[in-house]
């Protein structure tokens, strides 16, 4: 395709039930955004000005998570004026940080947090974008990395299917040249079971990871809750691992279901 | 290191500054141990000073910790999370480029990388046989990796016996350490007040030569000798065997690779700290403009999902079979691929395994009762 000439393709960018971090990532690219920009035509994008929610858009990026009366009619009418829909971050894919209520009485934390909770209005549940509509591509991380985004964002202006690396943090790690901290240390890094795409961040400052990209392919959550319970974790603090960032991802919610059970005993 | 046809040297401690300074007077930039992240890493060093001393790696599987040295040496430490590997064969990089011209014609073109003469101190005999046979894999005669080619030829590797072999360690029983054999440009070995110190190539002779040692003297190589055997001594792990590929491929069934396929967290930690793995992945990486791309590799794992992807569908899915490959493949048909095992000894698969899956306890289960 002759980037010149052709017919730009139209990109929106939604925010949903979400801190706008993933937004970020993709603002804070600099001057690789600016080479977007050249490629694409940015119809909506609130976090940096163009507002045209309704339009018909080739690419939709979806950001945060359905958790209002409100998000569960927008993602349909998302849907509808998308040729493809891409989620976005740990909150469009899993739920986010906010879905730690969905193991909890949310309506109880409401009345006890706000004054007026009658003014709250948001569902017992916070839910993946995928649990509503048919998702093209799923984009994991809390945030995603500009990187990341601009690779999808290339592929699909190539016409290729985005390439997922559903691999282990540890992969990164070691490419990096990152002394295991679980090894070196002992820490209850997430690593292992966490998926790949940012680089390793974490063990690169000489702490544990702490899983904000989701579960990898073949996640051996049994395996390693066992190894935190031999570096000394108390069966709490392992529910705590798996119950974090991407707490209802199904693999890391079955883990902390697994390790609660220890807590019963 | 004392078979060599070479007289060896006596290097005082004190002059271990006057090695580097030689090194670095070659032209070569000097990478030796430093502590850092709770383990050895090779870093840059610029004089004897930065050079930890009096350190020790504490190892067992899924456990380094660094520890102190009662005698204070400077190389007490058996070995870090990698020392050769990455150097050679690096772990990410670009091999060549394309890029559309103004008549919107293809260009390719190589991307040779920048390679410095680089001399890396304090290198293992496990390390120096893990290099002959990455070399025997990326040098292979008519198909010779050029990036792998352009910084192994500038690397001067000085060698230093292992006087305190971890837990982990088992090069004895693969015939690869503790004492240097070959492989070297110098070899070292630490004695309580310096080093006997023998050359093992024209460049490390040359080396030698600047310094004008004094030669070493009988009891100082008896000494070096005597250190060697008791290190082989200590080593508390071993292999089975030395060829165990046809107890292994005959046991592809064995229940042992469900047990160990219940722990490993197919992370691929064992296959990047390991000194012989050589897989990796390329990829295209188009720029933004759409008008150039990089054709890119990095280090890849058989525990990995893509490694196993043939068109439509995946010859590995589980980590059971993973985790075979990995071990069928270093310990019984690399025996068919390059003559010998792929492992070495150095034991850093065990204590690298988050969960301390001990390669050595496998091969054992897996080959009992098999003949040798």
Redesign the interface.
């Known amino acids: 395709m002759d980037a010149q000439t052709a017919v730009k393709p139209r990109v929106a960018v939604h925010k949903f039930s979400s801190c706008d971090g993933c937004q970020l990532a993709l603002l804070n690219l600099g001057e690789d955004l600016l080479a977007l920009a050249a490629r694409v035509e940015l119809v909506h994008f609130a976090e940096a000005g163009p507002l045209d929610p309704d339009t018909e858009v080739d690419i939709a990026f979806v950001e945060g998570s359905v958790s209002t009366p409100e998000d569960l009619e927008r993602i349909q009418q998302v849907r509808r004026h998308s040729r493809m829909l891409i989620a976005i971050g740990a909150c469009a894919t899993s739920g986010g940080i906010q879905a730690l209520r969905n193991g909890a009485d949310g309506a109880e934390w409401v009345a006890r947090i706000y004054s007026h909770p009658e003014a709250i209005s948001s569902l017992a549940h916070s839910t993946p974008i995928a649990s509503h509509v048919k998702v093209d591509f799923e984009l994991w991380g809390c945030p995603v990395s500009g990187p990341q985004m601009l690779a999808v964002v290339n592929a699909l202006l190539l016409g290729v299917t985005p390439r997922a690396n559903a691999d282990k943090v540890c992969t990164e790690c070691k490419r990096q040249g990152y002394p295991c901290v679980m090894v070196s240390r002992g820490v209850a890094c997430m690593g292992p079971v966490t998926r790949a795409g940012c680089g390793a961040l974490c063990p690169g400052l000489g702490r544990d990871c702490y899983g904000c990209y989701g579960p990898a392919e073949n996640a051996n959550t049994d395996a390693l809750a066992t190894q935190f319970d031999h570096l000394g974790l108390e069966p709490q603090a392992i529910v705590h691992r798996f119950q974090s960032i991407n707490s209802q991802a199904p693999v890391f919610l079955a883990a902390a279901d697994k390790a609660r059970m220890g807590c019963d005993e | 290191m004392l078979t060599q046809p070479d007289p060896a040297g006596f290097l005082p401690h004190a002059r271990l500054r006057s090695l580097i300074a030689a090194l670095r007077d070659r032209g070569y930039r000097c990478l030796g141990p430093a502590a850092?992240?709770?383990?050895i890493?090779m870093r840059e060093l610029d004089a004897e000073e930065d050079l930890p001393r009096g350190l020790q790696a504490e190892q067992g599987p899924?456990?380094?910790?660094l520890t102190q040295d009662p005698y204070h040496r400077y190389f007490a430490w058996a070995n870090?999370?990698?020392a050769i590997k990455?150097l050679a064969f690096a772990?990410?990089e670009s091999v060549w480029q394309v890029r559309r011209d103004a008549a919107g014609a293809l260009q390719f073109e190589a991307t040779p990388p920048a390679v410095q003469a680089l001399a890396i101190i304090g290198v293992r005999a496990c390390d120096l046989a893990a290099l002959a046979l990455q070399d025997a894999h990326f040098l292979r005669a008519g198909r010779v990796d050029a990036h792998y080619a352009a910084r192994r030829e500038r690397l001067f590797l000085v060698a230093v016996q292992c006087a305190e072999p971890a837990a982990t360690c088992f090069c004895a029983s693969t015939g690869d350490g503790p004492t240097p054999a070959a492989g070297y440009d110098l070899a070292l070995a630490e004695l309580s007040d310096g080093f006997v110190a023998a050359a093992g190539s024209d460049a490390g002779r040359a080396v030698l030569a600047a310094l004008d040692l004094a030669p070493a003297t009988t009891q100082q190589i008896e000494a070096v000798r005597q250190q060697g055997v008791a290190a082989a001594a200590a080593q508390t792990r071993r292999l089975p065997g030395r060829n165990l590929r046809d107890a292994l491929m005959g046991r592809l069934e064995h229940p042992r690779w469900d047990a160990v396929a219940?722990?490993?967290?197919?992370?691929?930690?064992c296959t990047?700290?390991c000194p012989t793995c050589f897989c990796h992945a390329e990829?295209d990486?188009?720029a933004?403009?759409?008008?150039s791309s990089r054709h890119q590799r990095?280090?890849?794992?058989c525990f990995?999902?893509?490694h196993g992807h043939l068109h439509g569908f995946n010859v590995r899915p589980?980590?059971r079979s993973r985790y075979r490959q990995w071990l069928t493949h270093k310990l019984a048909t690399w025996h068919d691929q390059f003559g010998r095992s792929g492992c070495t000894g150095c034991g850093r698969c065990i204590?690298?395994?988050?969960?301390?899956i001990d390669l050595t306890e496998e091969a054992a289960a897996i080959t009992e009762g098999a003949q040798p």
């Open positions: 850092e992240n709770g383990a890493v899924g456990h380094y910790r870090g999370p990698q990455p772990p990410q219940a722990r490993c967290l197919a992370c691929g930690n990047a700290v990829m990486v188009p933004l403009d759409g008008e990095m280090w890849d794992s990995g999902e893509s589980d980590i204590a690298w395994c988050p969960v301390g």
